[in-house]
């Protein structure tokens, strides 16, 4: 406890003590819960504001938290924040791109990278890492996620929460991360946002939950509450989930903040018939700041007065945010992270954009390659596509502090590289082109331009350079605000004409790399069966172009694997790879099924009985979750593992496999080790993602793989309730799999004993 933060309660009233909970919006803005964010500076003054958005201008915030600290009666700093998801003003790749360089070092430093920028910039606490597993690509915000598994979840929320905070908030280069948004937001019905979650205890602790579990783990000092409702509970009034779970069962003890006006949401919900109610509701469950709804300021003095609310309870959340300033070190010096000079030189420095660039490659994955990749360097190339030369659209969504110049467009980067002889540039379609489309993906500026003339004569140019031409580079994809909030999409194939334009090139007969840039898995299967190259690049930042043009022209050998399915159409949404094995059809089914390898399991049987049924096409996705080629060969010896039968919580399998690089580049591979249940008290996902590493190796040059499995590995919780899990591992038999994606698998069996 601390002298300074308890002094300061003393001598507080309780008008003030709320005030620290209330979280100001900038400015007015449209939903009209903002409204109250006029006549900022004298509610400062008067103490009625403990935080608020961070994205002004460096002066403005050095001016308010002026007033904070000089004219406010108990002097407590503000502290400022802001959405820093991908970089703040040097924009790295989406999230979900990140993720798929599997390599959490490298997340760990552009986050270190953005919290440089974004302090600098004024900034104390970050809205961000999203840990929302996400299973469903119509849903947009799987842009902003770690993608589909829980364990990348799980080691993207850590490196972030690291890379944000360090092991000290107080240094003037640290900020305070936030996990959101808790919890199983990603399980929206239907991919639509905002909507309802029903998630069992079951898939809400064995899914859904651990990447929570490890930002909590790393220290993270807030967390932020799901919009949505969770089986009829709407997270921010989620007595269970927030109090029985997050605060006491693990013990955290940061903040917990509402989302964007989801206080006032409580009404909408149709659990609270007035914001009154609903601001009652919320702050009983836990949360400790109201975001910009203002029902705490509005209602808790009164909500105290008339007994319904403890004044104590308000003593603990007021102490808490008390507490986060003292450990951002803004008692001591609440200017710290407010000088334009320093500013100025940390940011989109050499170092951030060789970052960027580097992280951009890395996040490239190779879905498919017919031999046409890499480019060589004297090729002329047609490159045709309206994400060629875009750069409103290179940042990809939710990039707040970005801005669109500083981007580099594939266009600029291939110049860059092979210089401008080389490189034919036509646009060739519109991203949309529905003028109404348009209209509201520009939310963030000019990111979908309508080009004047018809489609059918952008493709007749795009063709006509094609022919001159010896390769084509299709630069297709989604815009930029496809995905991130509220940016459901029912067809998750490419947009507008821009088939159409791929469908002419293919016709001219040159060799066709496709570029896929977007915020989601696409279906793309006609680009799969057609298409030379594809190469999907996500939105990859401030040096896409760059970045893209090391990976085409070899300099970079891709390496990156998908962190999400992608599925051939929509109808197969939700679609992931840890599936439970279904109880049809019965023949082939049972633990003997088991490291078969024609039938691995019961569900690669389920999805050709459903094929008989005559659906269209396969149920497994296009690509799998795991899948990303690189321009090296690398071949997988066999699965070797030094027993198979174990006993007792300490006994180790140590299970291994030889790599070799048999083609002609050096690259790096991720090797990937997966684990199933096939007789447990509950249907156990088919195959779950244990381990992996990353090996690079020079052409020729072979490795053996080594992973060491324990009883915890084998791990799952029953959970029965949402509040009081313990994980458990039931002795028996086990699948052990290891390969190059979780649908091509070496597997083996283990039997998995107590010791007696
Ligand atoms: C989003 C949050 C975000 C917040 C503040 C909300 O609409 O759901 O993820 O942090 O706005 O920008």
Do not use: I, N, Q
């Given at each position: 406890m601390s002298d300074l933060v308890e002094a300061l309660l003393s001598r507080m009233s309780l008008a003030e003590k709320v005030g620290q909970l209330n979280h100001l919006a900038a400015s007015a803005d449209s939903t009209g819960a903002g409204a109250a964010a006029t006549d900022i500076e004298s509610r400062i003054r008067r103490g009625e504001v403990g935080s608020m958005a961070g994205g002004l201008d460096l002066e403005r915030l050095k001016a308010l938290q002026r007033i904070a600290v000089a004219e406010s009666a108990n002097k407590i700093p503000l502290i400022f924040a802001i959405d820093v998801i991908h970089g703040h003003r040097t924009i790295f790749p989406l999230p979900l791109g990140l993720a798929c360089s599997w390599d959490f070092s490298l997340i760990k430093d552009t986050a270190r990278a953005a919290a440089l920028e974004a302090t600098a910039a004024g900034i104390t606490l970050a809205w961000a890492p999203m840990l929302d597993v996400s299973r469903d690509a119509r849903w947009g915000r799987c842009a902003e996620s770690a993608g589909e598994d829980p364990l990348l979840g799980a080691m993207l929320g850590r490196a972030m929460v690291e890379g944000y905070q360090q092991d000290d908030l107080a240094r003037p280069d640290s900020m305070m991360a936030t996990a959101k948004h808790f919890a199983g937001y990603g399980f929206a019905e239907g991919g639509r946002d905002y909507n309802a979650v029903d998630a069992s205890a079951y898939r809400m602790h064995n899914v859904v939950l651990p990447p929570f579990k490890a930002a909590i783990d790393a220290g993270v000092g807030a967390v932020m509450v799901g919009f949505h409702d969770l089986a009829g509970i709407p997270c921010t009034a989620h007595h269970e989930l927030l109090h029985d779970l997050l605060r006491e069962r693990w013990g955290f003890d940061g903040l917990i903040v509402s989302d964007y006006t989801a206080i006032l949401e409580l009404v909408h919900h149709g659990v609270a018939a007035d914001t009154k109610e609903a601001a009652m509701l919320a702050f009983n469950a836990g949360v400790d700041i109201d975001l910009v709804s203002e029902c705490y300021v509005r209602h808790l003095p009164e909500l105290v007065a008339e007994g319904r609310i403890a004044e104590a309870a308000i003593?603990?959340?007021?102490?808490?945010?008390?507490?986060?300033?003292?450990?951002?070190?803004?008692?001591?010096?609440?200017?710290?992270?407010?000088?334009?000079?320093?500013?100025?030189?940390?940011?989109?420095?050499?170092?951030?954009?060789?970052?960027?660039?580097k992280a951009a490659a890395k996040s490239c994955v190779l879905l498919k390659n017919n031999r046409v990749l890499p480019l060589a360097r004297r090729t002329s190339i047609a490159l045709i596509g309206p994400l060629a030369d875009s750069r409103a659209n290179m940042q990809g969504t939710w990039a707040v502090a970005a801005r669109a110049d500083d981007s580099v467009t594939l266009l600029e980067g291939l110049r860059a590289a092979v210089g401008e002889n080389h490189i034919l540039y036509a646009k060739g379609a519109n991203i949309v082109d529905n003028a109404n489309v348009a209209a509201r993906l520009n939310v963030f500026g000019e990111i979908c331009a309508i080009d004047a003339r018809a489609p059918a004569d952008m493709r007749a140019e795009a063709v006509a350079l094609a022919r001159r031409a010896d390769v084509v580079v299709a630069c297709v994809g989604e815009a930029r605000e496809h995905t991130g909030e509220s940016s459901t999409r029912s067809e998750l194939g490419l947009p507008g004409s821009q088939p159409d334009l791929l469908r002419a090139l293919r016709a001219t007969g040159k060799p066709l790399v496709v570029v896929?840039?977007?915020?989601?898995?696409?279906?793309?299967?006609?680009?799969?069966?057609n298409a030379d190259a594809i190469l999907h690049c996500w939105f990859g930042g401030t040096e896409t172009g760059n970045a893209i043009a090391d990976v085409l022209f070899g300099e970079v050998n891709p390496s990156g694997k998908l962190a999400m399915s992608f599925p051939r159409g929509a109808g197969q949404c939700p679609i992931h790879y840890a599936e439970a094995p279904t109880g049809r059809p019965i023949d082939k089914i049972g633990v003997d099924a088991h490291g078969d390898d024609e039938n691995a399991n019961g569900r690669h049987v389920f999805r050709k009985f459903t094929t008989a049924c005559r659906l269209e096409g396969p149920h497994t996705p296009l690509y799998a979750f795991g899948h990303g080629l690189s321009y090296s060969t690398f071949e997988y010896g066999a699965l070797i593992l030094d027993k198979t039968k174990l006993s007792g919580e300490h006994d180790v399998l140590h299970a291994s496999i030889e790599l070799h690089n048999a083609g002609p580049y050096a690259g790096e591979e991720i090797v990937q080790l997966y684990l199933g249940d096939p007789v447990a008290s509950r249907s156990r996902p088919v195959r779950a993602l244990k381990a992996f590493r990353k090996i690079s190796l020079q052409p020729g040059q072979s490795q053996r793989v080594d992973f060491a499995i324990t009883v915890n590995d084998l791990k799952f919780f029953r959970a029965e309730r949402l509040s009081s899990p313990e994980p458990i591992w039931e002795p028996g038999i086990f699948i052990v799999e290891i390969g190059r994606s979780s649908d091509k698998l070496a597997a083996a069996r283990v039997e998995w004993h107590v010791k007696k």
């Open positions: 003593d603990r959340a007021c102490r808490r945010v008390l507490r986060a300033k003292e450990r951002l070190g803004l008692f001591s010096d609440p200017y710290r992270r407010l000088d334009a000079a320093h500013r100025d030189r940390v940011t989109l420095t050499t170092e951030t954009r060789r970052l960027a660039r896929t840039m977007s915020g989601r898995p696409l279906a793309l299967e006609w680009e799969d069966a």
